[in-house]
């Protein structure tokens, strides 16, 4: 017998896109070229943060650690086509310079695992609340973590053929745990099923990312990770602002990786 699907709430849709450097590619330029693309990327860049500014969107800069990619553009707008339309303007500009590593394409979500349905009457304060996580600004903290994850549809251990309300209260439990972490750790929760290969992102901001290790460690031990949870790669890195990022391409550059 089929079971009954969570009811979800969707707010802005999410790119993660994640960008290595050819530092190669970009010394081949010519000079003007070069400062040709510096100009269109620092326009990029002021646009994307003047769309959070003004609230219609929000954008933030990561530089990332590890092999996997050198920086990440987090990009939140009202409509997917807006997303295509930013990660097409940056792949013309880039010069074949910055080059697309990973990408995760999603929808920030709320469910009524853990949210109140439609149909609950709200307070105005709780209407916000929800609102501020639908269309969330990114934290003004210092570290993301950005991971991918399913539900497990093994014979043993299969989410989907768990009544709603088993389900809910395993969701409960396991929001118990994050909230130890509340105000150490903000949490986005992007849904990409139809969209992506994975079915959710997971995105953590935090200023220290010790917290990161110990908010997963924690959470993993909670029986809906434990025996329903399957995780993808970690990416982790930290707030770059626009301007030292845009000095990596000036003309002393040379010493860059």
């Not at 269109?40 to 219609?56: H, N, P």
């Not at 349905?117 to 609102?131: D, E, G, N, Y």
Request: proline share 4%; glycine share 6%.
């Amino acid at each position: 017998m089929a079971q009954q699907a969570p009811q979800t709430q969707d707010g802005w849709f999410v790119l993660h896109d994640f960008r290595r450097v050819c530092w190669h590619a970009f010394h081949a330029l010519s000079a003007d070229r070069q400062q040709r693309m510096r100009q269109e990327l620092s326009q990029f860049l002021t646009a994307s943060q003047q769309i959070a500014t003004a609230k219609t969107g929000a954008f933030a800069l990561f530089a990332m650690a590890g092999h996997r990619s050198d920086f990440l553009l987090l990009h939140l707008r009202s409509s997917l086509k807006e997303l295509i339309a930013l990660e097409r303007t940056l792949n013309c500009l880039g010069e074949n310079v910055l080059q697309q590593s990973h990408s995760f394409v999603s929808v920030v979500e709320l469910s009524n695992y853990t949210q109140p349905t439609a149909t609950t009457q709200l307070s105005a304060q709780q209407r916000q609340a929800i609102r501020a996580r639908l269309f969330p600004a990114v934290p003004n903290m210092q570290y993301v973590c950005f991971y991918p994850m399913n539900k497990l549809r093994q014979p043993d251990n299969n989410w989907y053929l768990l009544p709603l309300q088993q389900r809910q209260q395993l969701m409960k439990e396991h929001g118990m745990s994050g909230r130890k972490f509340a105000g150490r750790v903000t949490q986005m929760i992007s849904g990409a099923m139809g969209l992506d290969d994975w079915e959710w992102g997971v995105t953590l901001f935090a200023d220290d990312p010790v917290i990161f290790k110990q908010v997963v460690a924690t959470m993993r031990f909670d029986e809906v990770s434990a025996r329903y949870g399957e995780f993808g790669p970690f990416y982790v890195g930290n707030r770059m602002a626009i301007d030292p990022f845009l000095c990596l391409f000036g003309a002393d550059n040379t010493a860059v990786k």
